[in-house]
Nanobody, 119 residues
Framework: QVQLVESGGGLVQAGGSLRLSCAAS????????MTWYRQAPGKQRELVAA???????NYADSVKGRFTISRDNAKNTVYLQMNTLKLEDTAVYYC?????????????WGRGTQVTVSS
């Protein structure tokens, strides 16, 4: 079985910073793209940032210049550094990954971590 576990969420004042982590565990051979999504109350889930196994990163326009996605392949972990947080960044943040297992490529989701930005 493969699990993605997010951590690092919490309550922060507007203008502050948080760093989210998502670690993959279980039996697998390789991780392709790793992506952060978020879902605010009453809204659809949206892509925040993505990082492939190789190549350039991708960001939602709303977070460009404030958020940075990175990964540590040795630790099977993806990070999201969030700076200059705004009230509208409040959401549950989910980790998503495409992971190669013996039987093929599968897509996995974490359970999410709450980020609340206060004024």
């Amino acid at each position: 079985q493969v699990q993605l576990v997010e951590s690092g969420g919490g309550l922060v004042q507007a203008g502050g910073s948080l760093r989210l982590s998502c670690a993959a565990s279980g039996s697998f051979s390789r991780i392709n793209a790793m992506t952060w999504y978020r879902q605010a109350p009453g809204k659809q889930r949206e892509l925040v940032a993505a990082i492939p196994s190789g190549g350039s990163t991708n960001y939602a326009d709303s977070v460009k210049g404030r958020f940075t996605i990175s990964r540590d392949n040795a630790k099977n972990t993806v990070y999201l550094q969030m700076n200059t947080l705004k009230l509208e960044d409040t959401a549950v943040y989910y980790c998503n990954a495409d992971i190669w297992r013996t039987m093929g490529l599968y897509n996995y989701w974490g359970r999410g971590t709450q980020v609340t930005v206060s004024s």
